[in-house]
């Protein structure tokens, strides 16, 4: 059986790879895979997760056991096919190759092949160039705090603004409850 993987990323708009791999592959195969497509070194930390239809974190494949103390499944990447955790078209994973700016590559699996094998992954599509896989920490900040600065706060409502429940709202006494609170010996 073989999985046909599309890979997008939410940093580069017309980035787009699509690998096909044997089911048997282990992730670390596949990781390897996904370096050679994207140029990016392979001896770099990473991790796959298994995600949700929303894209929410659920199992971790990692490169390296990092002695977690949790009841959770440590899955390795040398150790775990990918047939063993994915059995569904429309799967989705997150290949977080820079962790210290948890960013990451999306991945879907696209398709299922029965009938067939592959010896070694194969890329059948490169669209784009892929997100440097190092990326400048000032640059890092400066895109963060554009983020920061788009999103909205409280602050940036008028202070006639009424929301729910805001009736009878008194900021003086607000701040009469925590100075008491804060006035505890």
């Known amino acids: 059986m073989v999985f046909n993987f599309r890979i997008v990323s939410d940093e580069v708009d017309n980035f787009r790879r699509e690998i096909q791999i044997d089911a048997r592959a282990t992730f670390l195969v596949f990781k390897n895979a996904i370096c050679e497509a994207t140029k990016m070194d ?20 990692t490169s390296e056991d990092m002695g977690s103390d949790s009841d959770t499944d ?3 990447m040398e150790d775990t096919t990918l047939e063993e955790l994915i059995d569904d078209e429309g799967q989705k994973l997150l290949f977080v190759f820079d ?26 599509l490169a669209i ?6 190092h ?7 400066a895109k963060m705090d554009a983020k920061v600065a788009n999103t909205a706060t409280l602050n ?3 202070d006639d603004t009424e929301f729910y429940g805001s009736e009878g709202y008194d900021p003086e006494e ?3 409850d925590y ?3 804060t006035d505890i010996p």
């Open 42 to 61: 392979k001896n770099d930390m990473s991790s796959f997760f298994i995600c949700d239809d929303d894209w929410e974190k659920e199992k971790e494949i």
């Open 74 to 76: 440590i899955y390795l």
């Open 99 to 124: 962790y210290f700016t948890d960013r990451a590559l999306f991945i879907e699996l696209k398709q299922i092949i029965t009938g067939r094998t592959l010896q070694d992954p194969l890329c059948t």
């Open 128 to 133: 784009g160039n892929a997100p440097a896989q």
């Open 135 to 141: 990326i400048d920490m000032q640059e890092f900040d």
């Open 156 to 158: 940036d409502f008028d």
């Open 174 to 176: 607000l701040a009469d």
């Open 179 to 181: 100075e008491e609170i």
